[in-house]
């Protein structure tokens, strides 16, 4: 059974961090190109980041980048997202992705907060 768990979410001021964790199971989470995406409230679905198989190359949507830090451990099956200085427009539901080929798995996301 295909599992993708997101956790780490929750409330944080602005300015403030936190790391969100995927823990893949059920597929050879080696072989996959993984993806966090999220949704604001009341919008629609925004790519934030990517990472590929060995973890060598990495993506970040403009607004985030030094902001933001995708990670993976292969060996754990689980992507990580580091989210540093935290922004009111950063609040948003977190999903992470894997993807190969015509197989596209999804998590059931992870709220994240950011507010005074």
């Known amino acids: 059974q295909v599992q993708l768990v997101e956790s780490g979410g929750g409330l944080v001021q602005p300015g403030g961090s936190l790391r969100l964790s995927c823990a893949a199971s059920?597929?050879?989470?080696?072989?996959?190109?993984m993806t966090w995406v999220r949704q604001a409230p009341g919008k629609g679905l925004e790519w934030v980041s990517d990472?590929?198989?060995?973890?060598?190359?990495?993506y970040y949507l403009d607004s985030v980048k030094g902001r933001f830090t995708i990670s993976r451990d292969n060996a754990k099956t689980t992507i990580y997202l580091q989210m540093n200085s935290l922004k009111d427009e950063d609040t948003a539901v977190y999903y992470c992705n894997g993807k190969k080929g015509s197989y596209d798995y999804w998590g059931q996301g992870t709220q994240v907060t950011v507010s005074s």
């Open positions: 059920g597929f050879t989470f080696s072989n996959y190109y």
């Open positions: 990472i590929n198989n060995g973890g060598g190359s990495t």
